[in-house]
Each structure stands twice: as C-alpha cells, then as structure tokens.
C-alpha cells in the first residue's frame, strides 16, 4: 500500500536518482539493540539489587557463619576448659562432689533394687501387653461409636449388630507369651486391660518411689551444678559443639518471631532483629571480646530478663522499639529515622521501654538507670508541677472523696428534713387520719436512709483521715517561716539555693533580686507564728552524738566533728543548717514534725525533750565558715513591706510553690507543668525547640556517632533539663512570665559546680530523660501488658510506700543491698561508738520479715513501733529495745501499714493468708525442760526478757523477748534457731543446736558454767527427753508469757547473771 | 540562601516527577517549536513553488519531494514505539532501583502533616483552593477544566497541522492550550511544590520552612476597596464586576480574533463560538483572580450570602 501511494504520487523523475525515505528505509539496528542492552542491564541490576543491596543481612550472617561464631566458639572451648579445671580442683568443689556422691551412694542399693523390679518384672510385661490392648481398645470404641450413631438414627437392627460384634471383641481369646513364663495365657479383653492397667500404676509408683528416694542425692547434686555454674562460666563443650554443628547447617534467611496475641489491629507483629542479631539469644554467653567487637553478635547482656519477657512471647520490639521489620539497613531496622515513632532507645536510655508496662512501678529490680529516674522524679517533686499517673495520688482521691462527703452530708441533712417534718405531722393533731398513717408508713425507710448515710459518712470521714495521713509535699511548711527562718537567709536562698546547699531538692529559680524581696516579703507576711514551748538549753555534744546514733543519718547528711560528711542524701544536708533556723523551731520540730508540718515524710522519732534540745542545739552550730548575712533591720525592712506583697504572690503562684510547700492560701492551686504521663509519645512537632529547631537538627550529639541530630524526643528533655531555659533562647518575651517557669534542678553547663560533678549531673540528666522518655501511651498487644495481680501488685504498691518513708534507709530489704546507715562508720565490723556495737548495732535486715512475723502483730508495730503507749518506755524501741538507732513513727494510714505488711509477705513469696497455728501446749515435765534448754542456750544473754530497768546496748541488741509470742511466726522459729545463718547469712545468733543421729535437734553441749547455771535436777532432765529440742522451743516460745519472762528474770538474779 | 531546604525539596522522592518536568517542558518546548518553525519554513517554500503548490507532498521533515506524503503505522511507527517502550521500560526499572517509595509515618487523624499536599499532580488543583471557595476550585474549575478539554475537537475542526508539528497554521489554538497547560497547571504545581512550606505559606525558594513563622497578611474583598457595604449592594457590586470583566475579556478576545484570524471566525459555527468563548472566558478570569489576589491582596470578587468567587 504504502508503495503504492508513493509509486501513484512520486515524480515522474528517474526513480534510481531519488534517495530513499529513511523513515520507511532506515535502519533501527543500533538504537533497538541499545536500548534492550540498557534494558537487560537494568533488569540484572534489579536482580542484584533484590538480592544483596536490599538484603544487607546476608553479609552480617556471613560474617557470623564464616568468622565470628566458630571463632567465639573455639575461644569459649579453651576458656572452658581451663575454668572448668580450676573449678575442679578447688575445695568447695571437692566437700560439694563428696557430699553428693555419699548422698548417691547412700540410695543407690534401695534405688537399684526399686529399679531392678521395674526393668525386670514390670516394664517387660507392659511391652507384651501394650499392642493387643491397644489394638482391642480401639476397635472396641469403633463399634462403641457406631452403636451409638446407628442408636441415634433410630436404627435397632443396625445397633444390635454392631453390640455383637462388640462382645466379640470383647470375648476374643487373645494369646500372649510374656517373658519368663513357660506357658503362654489365653486372656480376653477385661483381663488383658485390667492387667495393664495394673501394671501401668506400678510403673508410676515405682518411679515415683525413686524419685523420692533419691530426693537427697538430687538435692546434693543440683548443689553441686550449681556451684560449678556460679564458679565457671559453666560452658558445657557438647553444648559448643551442637552449636557449632548448627552453623553447617545454617540457612541464609529472615529469622523472624511472629507474635499474635489475637485478632484484633495491634495485636500482632513481627520482630526480624535476629536476623542479624544471631548471638542475642545463644545459650552460652557471648561477651564483646568473644565476638570480635562486633556489637551486632553478643547475647543479651540480660538474660535472666529474658526469662520473664520470653522473646517468643514478647517479641523485641515492643521494649526496645525500633522497627521489627525493617532489615533495609541499620538505621531503618533499629527505627532512628524520621517516620519511625519509636525508635531503638540510645544505650544509656535503653530502660525507657519498661515504662510503658511498668509505668506505676516505683522500682524494677533489673532497671538501675530507670528507678533512679523515678526516684529522682519523685524525691525532687517533678510530680508538684507535672502531672504524673501514680504520683500523688492522693491529692486526687482526698479531692473525690471530700465531694462524696459534702454530698453525703447534704444528703444527711435533707433526710432529717424529711424525718423531721414526718414526725410534725404524725403529731400535729390537726392532721388527717389518712395523713398520719402515710407520715408513719415512710418514716421508717427515711430512718434507715439516714442510718446508711452515717455509716458511710463514717467511712468516708475514715479514709479522708487515713489519705491526709499519706498527702506529702517534697518541700517544708512555708507557713511558720517567721518562727523557723532566721529573716535574712531567706533571700541569698531564694536567689541560689544550689549555693547554700549544693545538693539540696529545692531548684534553681530564676529570679532577679528584687522578685525574691517580693517572694520573701509575702512569705514573711503571709505564714503564721507557730506555737512554741520556750525550749530550754541543750548540751550540743550530746546532740552529736545522738544525731549519729538515732538514726537521723539514715536521711540526712551532715559534717560531725568525728567523721567527714555522713549520711544519706534522701532528706536535707544540714551542714548548714544553723544558718537557717532558730534553735526553739528545731528543738520542737525534732521532737515532732507533724506539729508543724503535716505533710512532712520525716518521721517522729519518739527523743525526749531533752534529746531533741540536745540535737537542736548540736545543729545550730552547724554553719559554714565565713557565711556572712546583712541582717541589720534596715536590711530587712522589706519583709514588712506590704508593697511587695501582691507582687511575692503573683511569683509564687506563677511559680508553682505550692506544688512542693504548703502555703496558706494556696492549698487548692492547681498544678502548672504540662502532665508527663504520656509526654514520650507527643508529636515531636509539639515539642517547641524555639529558634533553635535548625541547630539542633545538624547537632551532633558527642557521645553516639550515628547520632547527627538532636532534634529528637532525647535531645528535647535532656537538653530542657541541663538548662531548662534552653529553648526560650533567641526568642523576645512581652513579659517576664511568659517565660519558661521550670526552674533548674542541676547547675547548669555554664554554672559553677557543673564541671566539679559532671559525671553524676548527667547520670541523673539520662535517668530522668529515660522515664520521660519511656512514658508513652503504650503500643504493644494489650496481651503483653503488665497487670499486676495478687503478689505482683502487692509488690507494685508496697514498693510506692517503701520508697516514700524511705525504709531502705536503714533497712535491707532487697538480699546484698547496703542501706546508707549501714555505711555509717560507726556500724563497721570492729567499731564501737558511743554503746553502738559496731555490725550488731545496725538496724535488721527485713529480708524474710514477711515470713518471720505475724501480719496482725507487724501492722500494729508499724501503727507504733514502741508497743506501748506508757510515756516512760515510750521513747524507745518495742522490739530491739537495746539498740541505740530508733524506728520512728510514722504516722501511716490504716491502708499504707497493710501495704507494707503485704508487700513483705510478697517479698517472701507467701501466697496464703495467714492464721495462727495451733501450738500443742507444753505438758508434764516439758515445761522444765524448755526452760533448761533456754538457760542453757543462754538466750537472755543477747535477748532481752522484757522489763529489765538498765539496758546495755552494747550486748543486748538482739530482740527483746517482750512481744516474742505475738510477734514470731512459729513456723518460722524452728529454721532460725537451728540454722540461723542460713535465714540471715552473718547474723550474730548462735546456732545452739546440732542434729544427733536420730535426726532430731539437741542442744549443744554445754560448759561447765552453764551447767552449773542449770543445776543437776535439770541437767538430768534435759538429759531424758527424747524429744526434739528445737522443736519445744518453738512450742515454748508460742506460749511465751509476762510470766515466763519473769521466771527467767528472777532466775537470773539468783544466779547472778 | 537555604541550599539545605532547596535540595530537601529536589530530593524528595515525591517531587521527582516535577523536577523531571521542569527539565523536559523547555525541553521538548524547544523540540516542538524548532520543528514547528523548520516546518513552516518548509511549507512556505513549497506554497511559493508552483509546481508543487497545488500536489500532495510531505510537508515535514525529512523531506523529498518524491516522498510519499504519509507512511504506515506499521511497522513504521509501531517499531518506533516498540523502541520507546523498551527505553522507558529501562528507565522505570532504574528509577525504581534507586528512589523508594516515600513512605511515613502511620497516619495520625490528630497530628495531619504541615504541609499537607495532595499527589504531585493534583497540587494545581490544591493551590487554587488558595484563590477559590472550595466547592469552585474543587468541583466547578475541574469540571469546566474536563468539558474544555472535551470540547477542543468539535471546536477545532482545522485539519491542518495533524501528523506534523506548526506553529504558523494553528497559531491561537497552540497557544491557548500552552496558556491553560503552563500558566493554569505546571506553575501552580511548581508552585503547590516548591513554593508553599508549612501553613500554605509562601516561601520563596532558599527560604528555610519554618512551621513557628508568623506572618502577617490580610486580604479584603474587592468591594472594600470601594467602601460599599451591606449584603445586596456588594451582591450586585460583584456580579456586575465580574459580567463587566468577563464582558470586557469576551469583547477584546473578539476584536484581536477578527483582526488576527478573521477566517477562523467565519468558519465557526455560532454554536462553537459561543462554547469557545466560554471557556477562554473562565480561563481568563480564573488567571486575573489569581494575580489579584497575589499581587492586589482581593480575597474575593464577588461575595453572595451563599458562595464567594
């Protein structure tokens, strides 16, 4: 065609004169075949791209397959093999390998014999039994089956058919050859089962029976493996050798934990970490230096974590963050990049994925960096401007319930209306019958609506008392500053707090002078003059003294004369403190500081009046050398200024004072920070770096090289805590009170005292970051979330109160923690101090307590730690009346004691609720030889009987005897006084009983002055009881008496000791 | 000069296709009028022949005289496009290779993005939510923008210039559709991309996109600037305006029309011409809008109790 038309409207020229069109003649060769050699090219790189660049992995398992496992396997064989050699040849080793192999060798004939019928006259016959019986038993429920399908389809005929032929099952004649018989049996079905059957329950009492012979040398043995493990690195080389076996086998692929928690959106994901990660989970440990340094191959540096949070259950994502299934590149898999929520914290934030299931746990017994973040957002009172779920909640629920009071009232009072005007009509003689009837047919139900509105006001009126009890604020009463402060302090502290007391809770606020004369001036005018008794002069040495051995050091740090700064950084430093207060204040606060503050958490520690003037007057001789005060009263007229006045209020409500103190006038101030609860999970558009979004989005951060920007959640709070003004920087303000009001809780990197304590400012700065940072609106399956219940949420409640009264001041409550009184040196092995018997003068360890005493008895002491209210004995203490450091009152709620009193059962792992057992009462001569065994166990030598007048602190630090029946679990008796140190390791008590052959306890031989102490008489009859002596001790101790100790007082006095 | 935010901007994965364009429009812009005008250049040369003037020849290049006119689709064109297709089929791979697909964040219906902008090609359309109620820029406009576009065919019926590239023999109509293509849909795009940062704000290019800036800009509806005011007067006020401007446009177009392509005229039908000015119309006032409000601060021509243009 196409030639045609050109033929019809060519030219008439010489057709071989005319070039030819190179549209319809030209050749495409070169261009086809250069673009389908790009488009091979491109493909190929496609397919490379798919294959390797886009599965950077492949490399990292190389590595591991090839380089780094077999290597890190090796290096652990050797390791092994020495540590295994040392482990052997030490002594501990051998006595452990001894005992266990005596305990194996002393069941081995009962274990063989049990295990000899079981091989031999049981096990064979189930051999020749199990396949007809199985074989029979099937077929049988087959015609079971069908006679009961075709009974259903109503089919008779069919049904009979099928029951025949199960009789014949049934009756068959089965012949069975079992071992060592000559003839062989013929047995239908019931025998054959029944004999089975038989034969089937003799197998599992025979192994049951050896399990429990050989109970003792399992016991021994899992010692003995337990100590290897603890010793060595406990690297069995058959394991090393499976593993490394495992590595021929390796596939190249995605390694992936899939976990669906259910249906629902977010209830399911995929965790691809350990893809590269291939050592995370390995069964031996592998430490940076096995794997070469390369930080992607070690194993968690947690595994015990990894015990509760099972990967396979728990994925990694949902702690760690990242992107689980991101394997493009590091970045992208490990979250850090723009459109990723929840990137993989940095190290030293690596605990913030706790938070958001252990959002209202105050401590985590693995997250170091985490509690000390909370303790530090507790103790410093970021709660008193920042809303936080779980901190002071009873601000809240003293608000609810003070409502439901108000209505209950009203309630109350429109129903005594009610009755009231009932009554005037049932008596009013005008009333109509029908009127009077109706007035006594509802006064009844109006009566009882009343009676119920009581009760509940009553209950209400109860835990609105038990809740003031437990509302703290972190700082001091402001309203008795008049009486408390010495006038001119006030303002150089308002100014720098940091500067007066470089380690104080109070914050840095940024005020210039003349705002401070304003802040003091309102303070002045607004407290109120507390009421004082004229407190007279007190010995300051004797203050010193008590100061150190009362205990105030469990909170508090001072310089003394003896030692260099002591104590604990929980409360204030009071190095300084008679800079600040009057004597009279302090003398009365000592003695009582719910008299002046009842929101404080320092407890009362029962001191005389004396005592308290004592301290009082040791600590206002506590002042810095060279500080120097305006305190002329022309410089102090500002206090009186009734100008500032409005202005010092202005501040101090801006300023959020309230949060921290109690301030007339301010007590329903709201709070004024913005509610962290969820703060790491804002937008991070919502967090305003000012002017310096561009800076901060090209900051290195020095510490983490990957790190090339800061303008992240991290770099947000750890910049606004080094220096919380940071991002008003640049930015021009209409007013000063349109700047940032948090003040600054460290010094700042420009400040003096940043560079001295460097170190631990940004210790703190990361712990705290770390929480906020963890404190996201949580976006794991519900399934995995953390719901406390039972001994779990005890434990999650008790640590809240534990953590306000600050037990661990003085208490151990967790095994190997070192309370800071425990420091003191004056607790030191060896060292005496003023009747502190140095170790033994140390407050007890509450390990175990949950399990030593009774609740009841444990929720009173707590209620009042001297038993007693007889003011004499009052200023003491009820159980370890001997010892020097006093346990104070605290003032605890009803709730907050049972608390505490759960949360040590919890801590024991004591599941039941708990009754007293009964105690079989000590009969005939018993009752002499109980008290033999306690002369002769010379018991009151460390143990006080109750009632002595003069006590020697020095030797009687041990429990006093007074409570002991009400107080001890008698459950718990027996253990502590046979093995004592295995109940608390290093305990003073002396174990005064040994085990005889017969197994049972006695006392130990006794000297010659014991049995003189004792007598012949009952020498002979300790002598001739048979029974256990521990165990009538126990009993003894039950029953335990005024009387008792009276006896034993009186005994004493006779023979003189 | 924020080089940083330009290059932000270039690189985007999602702004490739615009960058490619404002490379390949001048581009092939060039390409297409440098034929255009060697063609016309050709048709003039064989118009003045005149022994060629009244045959049928090939009136683009290469060219010969002897040259059939026309060539088959196949497989002249076909191996052609087959080529093509292998070309682009190579760039699509590389292209995939190299950029990802820009994936974010989940979305958030509390935290929308700042800004939040519409696929590349819609952003046109987005930038005249700018100058319009959303109703006009988001329906009317589309819709007037599909019927245009569907009306070209019955309203050029000029043959000339198919198969081949000129400028000479189709004049308005290329130029019209190089109106509505570049001022009415790649610069608002360039615009909708390049231009616009957070709050829809105008950032010249090397500003740097900040979400805190504050600006001050007020805009006030043309009747203000006459001071009329109540609901009926600035109703009518407005109507009139906007009649007398589309008036005033209609009329001008027609005197240039009659004094430029007076044949082009005669050849339409009375139907034609009236579909024809509509739009050219619309286009026109949709163009002016848009420079009042950007240069004169109009926020609206015409204000109604019910809808504002």
Request: glycine share 6%; hydrophobic share 40%; with cysteine.
């Amino acid at each position: 065609m196409a030639t045609e038309t050109s033929k019809k409207n060519s030219a008439p020229a010489d057709a071989s004169s005319v070039p030819k069109d190179p549209i319809e003649h030209g050749s495409l060769l070169w261009p086809a075949f250069l673009s389908v050699v790009a488009l091979l090219i491109s493909g190929a790189w496609a397919l490379y791209d798919e294959g390797f660049v886009r599965r950077p992995y492949k490399r990292i398992q190389k590595d591991w397959v090839h380089e780094i496992a077999p290597k890190a396997y090796d290096g652990l064989r050797s390791n092994s093999a020495k540590d295994s050699a040392r482990v052997l040849a030490s002594d501990e080793y051998k006595s452990l390998k001894a005992a266990a192999d005596a305990a194996s060798a002393a069941v081995a004939p009962t274990k063989a014999a049990l295990q000899d019928e079981l091989v031999n006259a049981v096990l064979p016959r189930i051999k020749v039994l199990s396949e007809p019986v199985k074989v029979a038993k099937s077929e049988a429920a087959a015609f079971v089956y069908r006679a009961e399908h075709a009974g259903a389809d109503g089919d008779t005929e069919k049904q009979r058919r099928y029951l025949n032929e199960l009789k014949k099952v049934k009756d068959r004649q089965v012949t069975l050859r079992f071992p060592g018989e000559e003839k062989p049996v013929s047995w239908n079905y019931d025998q054959m089962t029944s004999e089975f059957t038989r034969l089937k329950q003799l197998q599992g009492d025979l192994q049951g029976q050896m399990a429990a012979v050989g109970r003792a040398a399992d016991e021994a043995k899992a010692r003995l493996d337990e100590f290897v493990k603890r010793q060595s690195r406990a690297i069995d080389p058959a394991a090393l050798d499976s593993l490394d076996s495992g590595l021929d086998s390796f596939i190249y692929e995605v390694k992936q934990i899939h976990v669906k928690t259910g249906t629902g959106p977010g209830e399911e994901f995929v965790d691809r970490c350990e893809t590269c990660h291939l050592g995370v989970r390995s069964p031996v440990e592998l430490t940076l230096a096995d794997v070469q340094g390369r930080k992607e191959f070690t194993s968690h540096p947690h595994p015990e974590l990894l015990k509760t949070h099972d990967p396979e259950r728990f994925g990694c994502s949902p702690c760690h963050g990242g992107n689980g299934i991101g394997l493009t590149s590091i970045e992208k898999a490990h979250g850090r990049y723009k459109h990723w929520l929840w990137p993989l914290p940095y190290k030293e934030n690596i605990e913030a994925g706790c938070v958001q299931c252990h959002q209202t746990d105050q401590f985590l017994t693995q997250a170091t960096t985490l509690n000390q973040g909370r303790e530090i957002f507790f103790e410093r009172g970021c709660w008193g401007c920042h809303p936080y779920k779980g901190f002071n909640p009873e601000a809240d629920e003293l608000k609810s319930m003070q409502q439901a009071l108000a209505s209950t009232v009203e309630r109350m009072a429109r129903t005594e209306i009610e009755v009231g005007r009932l009554t005037e009509v049932a008596e009013n003689s005008d009333s109509s019958p029908e009127q009077v009837e109706a007035a006594y047919a509802k006064t009844p139900a109006e009566r009882q609506k009343l009676h119920l509105a009581a009760t509940e006001r009553v209950e209400i009126e109860k835990a609105i008392a038990g809740l003031k009890l437990e509302t703290k604020k972190v700082g001091p009463n402001l309203n008795e500053v008049t009486t408390k402060l010495k006038p001119e302090w006030l303002v150089p502290w308002l100014l720098d707090p940091r500067a007066f007391r470089p380690d104080t809770k109070m914050p840095r606020f940024r005020l210039d002078n003349e705002q401070a004369l304003a802040v003091a001036a309102y303070l002045w005018q607004n407290a109120k003059p507390a009421a004082l008794r004229d407190a007279e002069e007190g010995d300051p040495e004797n203050g010193q003294k008590l100061l150190i051995t009362r205990g105030c050091l469990a909170c508090h740090q001072v310089e003394t004369d003896e030692f260099e700064l002591i104590g604990n950084d929980f409360a204030a430093n009071l190095s300084r403190v008679g800079e600040k207060a009057t004597f009279d204040y302090l003398a009365s606060w000592i003695q009582n500081p719910k008299l002046h503050n009842s929101m404080a958490t320092m407890p009362n520690l029962r001191l005389s009046d004396q005592d308290a003037r004592d301290i009082a007057a040791w600590l206002v001789t506590k002042k810095a050398e060279g500080a120097t005060y305006s305190s002329s009263e022309q410089a102090l007229t500002f206090l009186t200024n009734k100008a500032l006045f409005g202005e010092g209020e202005r501040l101090v409500k801006h300023l959020g004072c309230a949060g921290c103190h109690q301030i007339n006038g301010l007590e329903a101030e709201g709070v004024i920070g913005v509610e962290l609860t969820q703060e790491g999970s804002k937008p991070l558009e919502r967090l305003d770096f000012g002017t310096q979004t561009h800076a901060f989005k090209h900051m290195q951060d020095p510490r983490h090289e990957d790190r090339h920007s800061q303008y992240d959640h991290k770099g947000f709070f750890e910049n606004k805590l080094r220096n919380p003004e940071i991002w008003d920087k640049g930015r021009m303000f209409a007013s000063w009170f349109d700047r940032t009001r948090m003040p600054s809780f460290w010094p700042r990197p420009d400040e003096p005292g940043y560079a001295e304590n460097k170190a631990a400012i940004e210790q703190d700065i990361d712990a705290v970051t770390t929480f906020i940072l963890g404190s996201v609106d949580a976006a794991i399956p519900p399934a995995l979330q953390f719901a406390p219940q039972g001994l779990q949420k005890d434990l999650r409640d008790g640590w809240w109160v534990v953590k306000k009264y600050n037990c661990q001041g003085c208490h151990q409550i967790l095994p190997g923690e070192t309370p800071p009184l425990w420091n003191l040196p004056i607790y030191q092995d060896g060292a005496g101090f003023e009747g502190v018997p140095g170790l033994n003068g140390r407050p007890p360890t509450l390990v175990g307590q949950g399990s030593r005493v009774d609740p009841d008895w444990f929720s009173n002491f707590l209620a009042n730690p001297a038993l007693t209210d007889d003011p004499e004995a009052f200023h003491g203490n009820g159980v370890r009346k001997g010892l020097m450091v006093r346990m104070p009152t605290y003032d605890l709620s009803e709730r907050e004691r049972s608390k505490l009193v759960r949360f040590f059962a919890a801590m024991a792992k004591l599941t039941d609720s708990y009754s007293r057992p009964l105690v079989a009462k000590l009969k005939g001569d018993e009752l002499d030889v109980a008290r033999a065994v306690f002369t002769g166990g010379d018991c009151s030598n460390c143990h006080l009987l109750g009632g002595e007048v003069a006590i020697n602190p020095e030797t009687t630090y041990a429990p006093s005897f007074e409570p002991l029946a009400a107080r001890i679990r008698p459950t718990w008796t027996k253990k502590w006084i046979t093995e004592p140190n295995s109940v608390i390791p290093g305990t003073a008590m002396p174990a005064i009983f040994e085990k005889n052959a017969a197994g049972q306890w006695k006392i130990k031989p006794m000297n010659e002055t014991a049995k003189g102490r004792l007598g012949p008489d009952l020498l002979a009859k300790l002598a001739a009881y048979e029974g256990d002596h521990a165990d009538l001790l126990v009993r003894y101790f039950a029953a335990w008496d005024e009387d008792e100790a009276a006896f034993h007082r009186m005994k004493r006095a006779e023979t003189g000791k | 000069m924020d080089w940083e935010q330009i290059w932000k901007l270039v690189a985007l994965p999602d702004n490739v296709p615009i960058v490619l364009l404002l490379v390949l429009l001048p581009f092939y812009l060039w390409m297409a009028f440098s034929q255009a005008f060697k063609n016309d250049r050709l048709i003039a040369r064989l118009e003045a022949d005149p022994d060629l003037r009244k045959t049928h020849h090939r009136t683009t290049f290469p060219h010969h005289p002897s040259w059939a006119p026309t060539v088959h689709v196949w497989p002249h064109l076909l191996k052609r496009e087959f080529i093509a297709m292998i070309i682009v089929t190579a760039f699509m791979i590389v292209w995939s290779i190299c950029l990802d697909a820009p994936l974010e964040e989940p979305a958030n219906p509390n935290l929308t993005m700042n800004p939040s902008k519409a696929p590349w090609y819609f952003l046109g359309l987005q930038e005249l939510l700018v100058y319009f109620d959303p109703w006009i820029a988001g329906v009317v406009l589309p819709s007037i923008i599909l019927g245009g576009l569907m009306a070209i065919p019955y309203i050029d019926t000029n043959p000339l210039g198919n198969g081949y590239y000129t400028w000479k023999q189709r004049k308005f109509a290329v130029g019209t559709f190089l109106f509505g293509f570049i001022v009415l849909w790649v610069v608002m795009v360039v615009i909708g991309t390049f231009i616009r940062g957070p709050g829809w704000l105008w950032f010249w290019p090397g500003q740097t996109w900040d979400h805190h800036r504050v600006d001050h800009e007020v805009n006030y509806d043309l009747h203000a600037y006459f001071g009329i005011e109540g609901t009926w007067p600035t109703f009518f006020f407005g109507l009139g305006f906007l009649l007398a401007l589309g008036g005033i446009t209609g009329a001008l177009t027609h005197l240039f029309l009659k004094k430029c392509y007076p044949r082009m005229l005669q050849s339409m039908s009375k139907l034609q011409y009236i579909v024809m000015m509509q739009f050219w119309v619309f286009q026109i006032i949709v163009v002016v809008k848009v420079i009042a409000r950007l240069v004169f601060h109009v926020k609206n021509f015409w204000v109604t109790p019910w809808f504002n243009v």
